[in-house]
């Protein structure tokens, strides 16, 4: 049978908002020395901003395009295509058979044939160049900015790039501040986004460059979370369907909040219910306050 100790921290923490799928997981958290965050949707609000587009074509076709593919993406940056796209007044074209490419975009078919949006990792495998020049119209040191890029194509032809601004949830800074006061060994960051817009995060997040994955796949998420529980118990925390395999690879799998992906709830340990980081780091004070009480 469980103890009562165990059982009143359950609750306790389910009032907090973090609620354990059981008694178990609460047991390992206290153990846990290092925190692996995913960074978009979780360390950050995951509401990134439009904030340039570069095309060869018209921006109007351009956004109509992207926010036809993106119509049928779940992934946070899909919604903030389609807010730009509405904002702008600028109605989405019809695009068919869809499907997602896990930490790498879209890929569709409109009435022009095959259209596909996503990062350089998507564009490299459909053929098409994304390197500064007149033809593609990408800038000179956009690749180096802090942005998020969504490059859009049609077959191995680049339509052009649009750059996002991704934010850290206000309450990030203070949350990972009670986790590092509470004597966490490590904090890490691990995303599938490029490395200049991680760093740029980890800088206001005090997460310091060696501490910082970026540009990773789902299963590279899963291969680093596998080598990190080899040297200790370690907690992943993340909200989308690309953190799924990591969130069950960790010793504790965290699933973020309400605006996360069905499938990482599903993969996770612990869901938090609230947004905040800090409610995170309360559960493991008190993870830990239980463990010392039943031992
Ligand atoms: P993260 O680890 O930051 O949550 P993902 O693994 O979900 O990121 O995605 C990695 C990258 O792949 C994103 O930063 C984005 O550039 C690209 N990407 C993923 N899904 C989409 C999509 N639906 N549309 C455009 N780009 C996408
Ligand atoms: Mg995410």
Known sequence: SVPAA??????AAARGGVLF????????????????????????????????IHATCDEADFLARLAGLEAHSEHPIAAAIRRAAEARGIAPVAVREA????????????ETGVIWAGNLRLATRMG??????????VPEGLHAAPRTLVLLGRGAQLL?????????RA?????????????????????????AVAEQVGAELRIAPAAIHADLRPEDKLRLVGELAGKGRVAF?????????????????IAMGAAGSEV??????????????????????LARRTATIIR
Do not use: C, W, Y
């Not at 165990?6 to 609750?11: G, P, Q, T, Y």
């Not at 499907?99 to 409109?110: I, K, L, S, T």
């Not at 925390?237 to 799998?253: C, E, M, Q, S, T």
């Open 171 to 195: 309450s990030t800074p203070h949350g990972l501040g009670a986790l590092r006061a509470g004597g966490v060994g490590e904090i890490l960051m691990l995303t599938g986004d490029r490395r």
């Open 264 to 285: 990482a709830l599903q993969a996770a340990d612990v869901a938090l219910l609230s947004e905040d980081i800090g409610r995170l780091a309360e559960a493991h004070r």
């Open 21 to 52: 799928k059981g008694g178990a997981a609460l047991e390992t958290l206290a153990k846990v020395e290092t925190f692996a965050f995913d960074k978009t949707g979780t360390l950050t609000t995951g509401q990134q901003e439009l904030v340039e």
């Open 99 to 110: 499907r997602a490419v896990p930490g790498e975009g879209m890929v569709g078919v409109d």
């Open 160 to 168: 052009g790039v649009a750059g996002f601004e991704d934010r850290p």
């Open 6 to 11: 165990i059982l009143s921290a359950l609750a």
């Open 128 to 137: 098409a160049k994304a390197e500064a020049d007149a033809a593609s119209q």
């Open 237 to 253: 925390v993340g909200d989308g369907v690309n953190d799924a395999a990591a969130l069950a690879r960790a010793d504790v799998g």
